[in-house]
Nanobody
């Protein structure tokens, strides 16, 4: 059972990236998938979440600049990030929680599986 996060990199302010979270060993159909990010010395914070039936949440810091989506046929969730800012620099993690409708998407301990993280650096 594994989540593989990818798509990070170095991008200039105002640029875009698309992160991918691919699952292996289980299917994402019954799971809510979230993206978190973390910078050294700070707690991991929720960025966005998509439920098993497509309900979406965003942190205020990325609302209007990011789009989360899922492709169950590919067992993958995506996070499209546009208009990137230096403060978006962080390691981005994806996480999965079995979706019974009663989780708090921002609560780290809710999640059953975590990806290994992908570095996003926004700098000129």
């Amino acid at each position: 059972v594994q989540l593989q996060a990818s798509g990070g990199g170095l991008v200039q302010p105002g640029g875009s990236l698309r992160l991918s979270c691919a699952a292996s060993g289980f299917t994402l159909d019954d799971y809510a998938i979230a993206w978190f990010r973390q910078v050294p010395g700070k707690t991991r914070e929720g960025v966005s979440c998509i439920s098993r039936d497509g309900r979406i949440q965003y942190a205020d810091s990325v609302k209007g600049r990011s789009t989360i989506s899922r492709d169950n046929a590919k067992n993958t969730v995506y996070l499209q990030m546009n208009s990137l800012k230096p403060e978006d620099t962080a390691v981005y993690y994806c996480a999965a929680v079995q979706d019974n409708g009663s989780y708090d998407w921002r609560w780290i301990l809710e999640y059953d599986y975590w990806g290994q993280g992908t570095q996003v650096t926004v700098s000129s």
